[in-house]
Each structure stands twice: as structure tokens, then as C-alpha cells.
């Protein structure tokens, strides 16, 4: 069955670095976009990030871009975002989510349960 | 970007109510819109996209319609494992944007 396993969220001081990973499982990784996702504690989902299956192609919400960074090694099944800079705003759980290659309309069809990042001194 | 609107913010209802929660973009987005449920401490799961298909496994008293720039997302007879948050999505354009959601609580 299909999996997508978040870890590396931690506490971390404002201005510090950290990645964080998304092991794929059950699936054609290497076929598939992915999408980071995140949700700040007691609010809504914002999206970060998208890469394209092969890692050609990435977009970034304006709110990470040039902060953050995804990437994917897909000889792995997993995928990164390496976050830089670290705000306050930044905290909140990160979800990994999986875009349905065989439809048109991008929908996220399978997401991680996600991992905590505090961003706190 | 594409801003995402969402109607109301909260709803209480009852196992059995018919429930209507719409959505609502800045600009067309051509049925490029997902519905979300999302329970307390869980990750979201994917209830309908393309503004009307269902997604497998999803029960049928969940159905969405809409076009252009208004959405609906209805639940024809509330069951007890529906009280939850949900979240339209446009993936008409980059970047997506997610509605600021809808809980549904008991009344």
C-alpha cells in the first residue's frame, strides 16, 4: 500500500537550518510529482512546494522562495526540503502529499502524516 | 496568485443533516478544484477532485459540483465520522492555494 513517511522536524532557533525527509513506499516513486504542504498549529493547510517527477522542475510558494529548497533522489524513494533562514512563521507540520500522475487536474491523492517543525529560541 | 474563499468557517449540524459548504475563487479555475477532509491530528485525505469526481473509496453521500468560480461541496446525510475540517484546492495555477477551510462540529 502506498506510504509516504515524514521525519527530521525538531525544535530549532530562528535563523538555523534544517531538513527535513519523505520516504516514499508502494508506489513508482520515480513517476510521480510531490508536494510539500504545511500547516501551522490550529490553522489551515498553505502549500510550499512542487517538484516534477524527475526533479527538473520546481515551484515555490512566495512565502519559502529562496528560503527553501526541494529536491528528491528517487534511486532513495525520498524526497527533501531543505528549510534555511527559519522564521517563527515557519513553524507548523509538514505533510509530504503525492500528485496523481494519470489525471489532469493535479489533485493531491495520498499524503504523510507529517512532522512537526518548532521554530523557537 | 489565485485566492481561494470559503463558506462558512463553521457549521454545527446533526448525523443526518444535509450539509452545503461552498468555495469560491478569484478567478476561474475550469474545475480544477479538490475538496479535503481533514481530521484532528491526521493528514488530509482526498475527497473529491476535479470538482465532481469522486475519489475511490470515498462514500457517495459526498458529491461536489460547480464551475468557473464557485464550487460546492455537499454531504447529503451527515454521518459521524464526517465532523471534520475540509479544504477546497485550486490546481488550475501555480501556486496552488487551499481555502482557509470549513469545520463541521455537532450542533
Known amino acids: 500500500q502506498v506510504q509516504l513517511v515524514e521525519s527530521g522536524g525538531g525544535v530549532v532557533q530562528p535563523g538555523r537550518s534544517l531538513r527535513l525527509s519523505c520516504v516514499a513506499s508502494g508506489f513508482t516513486f520515480s513517476t510521480y510529482a510531490m508536494h510539500w504542504v504545511r500547516q501551522a498549529p490550529g490553522k489551515g493547510l498553505e502549500w510550499v512546494v512542487v517538484?516534477?517527477?524527475?526533479?527538473?522542475?520546481?515551484y515555490y510558494a512566495d512565502s519559502v522562495k529562496g528560503r527553501f529548497t526541494i529536491s528528491r533522489d528517487n534511486s532513495k524513494n525520498t524526497l527533501y526540503l531543505q528549510m534555511n533562514s527559519l522564521r517563527a512563521e515557519d513553524t507548523a507540520v509538514y505533510f509530504c502529499a503525492r500528485e496523481d500522475p494519470d489525471s489532469a487536474w493535479y489533485e493531491l491523492d495520498y499524503w504523510g502524516q507529517g512532522t512537526l517543525l518548532t521554530v523557537s529560541s | 496568485d489565485i485566492q481561494m474563499t470559503q463558506s462558512p468557517s463553521s457549521l454545527s449540524a446533526s448525523v443526518g443533516d444535509r450539509v452545503t459548504i461552498t468555495c469560491r475563487a478569484s478567478q476561474s479555475i475550469s474545475r480544477h478544484l479538490n475538496w479535503y477532509q481533514q481530521k484532528p491530528g491526521e493528514a488530509p485525505k482526498l475527497l473529491i477532485y476535479a470538482a465532481s469526481t469522486l475519489q475511490s473509496g470515498v462514500p457517495s453521500r459526498f458529491s461536489g459540483s460547480g464551475s468557473g468560480t464557485d464550487y460546492t461541496l455537499t454531504i447529503s446525510s451527515l454521518q459521524p465520522g464526517d465532523f471534520a475540517s475540509y479544504y477546497c484546492?485550486?490546481?488550475?495555477?501555480?501556486?496552488?492555494?487551499f481555502g482557509p477551510g470549513t469545520k463541521v462540529d455537532v450542533k
Open positions: 484546492q485550486q490546481s488550475y495555477s501555480t501556486p496552488s492555494t
Open positions: 517538484i516534477s517527477y524527475d526533479g527538473s522542475n520546481k
